[in-house]
């Protein structure tokens, strides 16, 4: 049986080493890191989102300000206050909570983020910089699932690692930063996605499987080679009756069957979702520091 | 026994379409594509590859400056003579030969180059827009492999390509493009380094191989599938007494057994090599149409 990845107690662990860092900056005279977050609209998940990241800066020391706008806001007004946020001092990170509502251009949107204040790591210039070794934010589930393996002591080196889709966010980030140079990488990586005949050939093949397609339970037994390290990056919501809300998060791997044959697994929910949040609040302090050290 | 992938009559073939773009250009009023070239020092391969750039820019009708600074040239001065051509808008792409002579920083050279003038596609910016599959500039080398792969008709969605070589400028961007989304993509791709234990276990597996780790004759017959796509990105000076020079490009795959498996090979010299300055030419030429529609 896989020893179960706790990401809950590790996110929970690493923000208590924040707020001891926070406490070290008050103490040195230094003010506490402050993230920005724009949510546009009135998207319930995209609301819900935002309030974790306020709790989580709460919880931490940051301060930290939302700016809420109407969901008919112009990408002129939009760029104007991201404009306004990029040159006060005060602020260390900006977000623009995604997705944006229709009419208004993701792309420029993101584009008009200053890179220095970019802790979600989308602006290309730091998408760039991570592709070629350069220290840079990393975006926030890529660096969480590494802070996962390190935690957990996994060994990455020389193993076989096997992504399963090919994401902006997820996917293609994953494959580059675990075939890095250095601790905690240096893994060969396969990138599979949609137009890969026969998936299973390679994760039979892999140490070391992550899935992120976003298709419930794809990932089954059979594909799996014994004592492989069994990371879910899948989070669709799913009817259940049985809930409250009516839904469950189910993951991208098939958890009941695979456990037994892994030697380390996520679980969904309490896995690799407690830990972009916590990917946030790492990049915004170091952001801060960098600012308050200039 | 292998077809031979011709680089070089592909790059003249591209070279002829790209002069009569221009001809098109000037009927049309606007002026011929212009490429500045910065030359710091007196490496003499640096001069000789600036000398062939300035060739192939005479060949297709471009303008070509380059800028020969001495070898003591300071930090400031390059920056400085960066930021005139950023401004010059009589020029539209702009390069900055590698290796710099010691003692000038590479990173912020390449930084400091104006994202649309920089066609190496070498700046971060443009290194992430590549990633997140955002129109840019490439980066010469996995261009020139991606225009040899479709110009020769090869079938690549769904095929499984081994990288040998995990390098900034040929083998994580070639991973990238290959398992993009689109046609002449969308592989399934194994990224293999000197961390890989057993290169020859993804190798066998492979469709196509791209060999770019700079290791002459690494990849020999036993490790490659009958059939397979090789493409070989080594160019190492070794000792030639019976050369003029001294020396001939011996290419990471040891050619003359593993032709005879192989459907298609590039040779060494005549393969890749001849694409990469095709590949700068297309992107002056894109960058020059760019800004003189604006």
Known sequence: MATIIDGKAIAEKIKGEIARQVEQMLKRGMRAPHLAA??????????????????????????????????????????????????????????????????????????????????????????????????????ATPYGIMTLLKESNIETKGKHCVIIGRSNIVGKPMANLLSAKGDGADCTVTLCHSRTPDISHFTLD???????????????????????????????????????????????????????????????????GPMTIVSLLKNTITASLKKQSL
Do not use: W
């Open 38 to 139: 724009i949510l546009v609209g009135d998207d319930g998940a995209s609301m819900t989102y935002v309030g974790h990241k306020e709790k989580a800066c709460a919880q931490v020391g940051f301060k930290s300000t939302v700016y809420r706008l109407d969901k008919h806001t112009t990408q002129k007004e939009l760029l104007s206050l991201i404009a306004g946020i990029n040159d006060d001092d005060s602020i260390d990170g900006l977000i623009v909570q995604l997705p944006l509502p229709e009419g208004l251009d993701e792309q420029s949107v993101i584009n008009a983020i200053s890179a220095d204040k970019d802790v979600d790591g989308f602006h290309p210039f730091n998408t760039g910089k991570m592709m070629l070794g350069l220290p840079t934010f990393l975006p």
């Open 206 to 272: 892999a140490d070391i499987i992550i899935a992120a397609l976003g298709h419930p339970k794809f990932l089954t037994r059979d594909m799996v080679k014994p004592g492989a390290v069994v990371i879910d990056v899948g989070i669709t919501r799913v009817e259940d009756k049985s809930k409250k809300s009516g839904f469950r998060l189910q993951g991208d791997v098939d958890y009941e069957n695979v456990a037994p044959i892994a030697s380390y697994i996520t679980p969904v929910p309490g896995g690799v």
